[in-house]
């Protein structure tokens, strides 16, 4: 038996009064010393070409809870504070690598609130859990049980902005393993009229959940544009505004999550390509369906469900013309506007469905690659 998946489970909660109040304070403390600590890095860089590490970063966030205007710092937990500035380490290192920007100040509006537990600011008993600074364990809406024996290792704990909480818990989970292999593998050709195409010919039609949810949305964001700023029925206002984009988020993962967890079920190679997304959304006729398509959470699912389950995922290089290439005889068109759906190629007088000729070019493309 190989190592464990350590896998999250995420559930609602509902806090007391007392309980909200001081993860509030706890979500406040945490975007404060991660900006404080952003801020001491950049300086540091700017004026003496030093990069400052996460040791002392530490050592500043002694200092910082010691000094009257930042004594507030004291009134948390000190775990949560301690993760952010790993949080802001590990986004330096993403950003030395070149796999990510450079790290941004957190908004106290558009930044996500959240603070993270380990096993030392928690108490897990009786499947109960309770966290430091708290004297009554989490009301949690238990909607799938966790794995037999299950304890966890990192407790994440978030609000979104329509004022839902949520717990996440780290464990190790003994019932992801590897899957028995299968002989077939799968070319998966993304799209917007159709969410992703298959190279057995099957279609999988894109559900469109902004779109199907646009007249509400509208109306939410007109009527947060008549509120007076700074008021509480703005602030009410804004919260309807979050609930339907929460909805629409919420329906579209559940889709995805089931679409990719049979894709990874049934196929032991699944071929994908190597989609810009970033490059993609510049396009602003296109921007809001192919945000709504969320083709990187779709990516981003299969790969890490193939790692659990011992499937593989291959991607081929966004370059490749599969739309172009004749899956039966290898001719490559010069041209194939988008507005082409179908097509006969001049070469072998083979008959094409432009999304399904595509899939089938990804898949050999991939498994050649492999």
Known sequence: MG????????????????????????????????????????????VDRERTTYVQTSAMLTEWKRTEDLAFLNDVSSVPLQQSLRHLQGAFAAFWDKRSRYPRFKSKRRSRASAEYTRSALRWRDGQLTLAKMDTPLSIVWSRPLPDGAEPSTVTVSRDAAGRW?????????????????????????????????????????????RADRKKLAKAQRSLARKAKGSENRAKA??????????????????????????????????????????????????RAISDAAWSDLRGMLEYKAAWYGRKVVTIDRWYPSSKTCSTCGRINTTMPLAVRSWTCPGCGAVHDRDVNAAKNILAAGLAER
């Open 3 to 46: 190592e464990l998946v350590k896998r999250a489970f995420k559930y609602r909660f509902y806090p007391s009064r007392e309980q909200a109040d001081q993860l509030n304070r706890t979500f406040g403390c945490v975007r404060k010393v991660y900006n404080l600590a952003l801020e001491a890095r950049t300086r540091a860089w700017a």
């Open 166 to 210: 949520f717990v996440s818990l780290l464990v190790e989970d003994p019932t992801v393993q590897p899957l028995p292999a299968v002989g077939s593998s799968v070319g998966v050709d993304a799209g917007i009229a159709t969410l992703v195409t298959l190279s057995t010919g099957e279609k999988v039609a894109n559900p469109k959940h902004e």
């Open 238 to 287: 804004r919260v309807k505004v979050a609930r339907v984009h929460a909805r629409i988020a919420d329906r579209r993962r559940d889709h995805l999550q089931k679409l990719t967890t049979r894709l990874v079920r049934e196929n032991q190679t699944v071929v994908i390509e190597d989609l810009s997304v970033r490059n993609m959304l510049r396009n602003h006729s296109l921007a």
